[in-house]
């Protein structure tokens, strides 16, 4: 059965939830009852009892929704591949409030892959948000870090929370100040 975003659910186990915008973390308990408001890049904001919650892709059974699928690199994989897999990663990566990935939105100032002597891979990512208060900063860093992890022979990621320089609409890309109005 595919579910629809609005469709309500009930939560069947308790589950790891944010508080948005607040980065708070809760437990949402069983029998609580909300409806999936976005769920973009494996990830799901929920309304429940007149919050808005993320809960990670990981726990989506939780909320009767399928957990996203397993990255597969072919072992013949170069760093090139595995740094253009890395930023297809971070384009799974949304803000809870705004329908527009972390790399669209301009957060991603830089993502290197670096390959470590044992054949593994590293990589460094430094990522900004549309406003230093913001109480989903850390929240964001975790779930790049998640997703990077993801990749199969990347066994480090350090993502780096800046502010200089400092974010402005025009580091969006052209498609995210259409979708969010901003052009």
Aim: glycine letters at 8%.
């Amino acid at each position: 059965m595919r579910h629809q975003d609005r469709d309500p659910f009930v939560v069947s186990e308790d589950v790891k939830a944010v508080l948005v915008p607040a980065g708070i973390e809760v437990k949402l308990r069983v029998g609580s009852v909300g409806y999936v408001t976005q769920s973009l890049g494996g990830s799901f904001t929920v309304y429940v009892e007149g919050n808005l919650f993320r809960i990670a892709g990981e726990d989506a059974a939780a909320i009767g929704r399928e957990p996203p699928s397993k990255i597969e690199l072919p072992p013949d994989a170069t760093d090139a591949d595995v740094e253009r897999l890395a930023w297809e990663q971070l384009k799974t990566c949304y803000d809870p409030e705004i329908p527009v990935n972390i790399v669209d939105l301009g957060l991603i100032y830089s993502c290197e892959v670096s390959r470590q002597p044992d054949g593994t891979r590293s990589a460094a990512v430094k990522l900004t948000l549309t406003a230093p208060g913001c109480g989903m900063g850390e929240v964001l860093v975790q779930d790049a870090k998640d997703k990077l992890l993801q990749i199969p022979t990347l066994v480090t990621a350090d993502v780096e929370l800046v502010f200089d320089p400092p974010w402005d609409r025009e580091m969006m890309s052209e498609a995210a100040r259409l979708q969010t109005g901003m052009m």
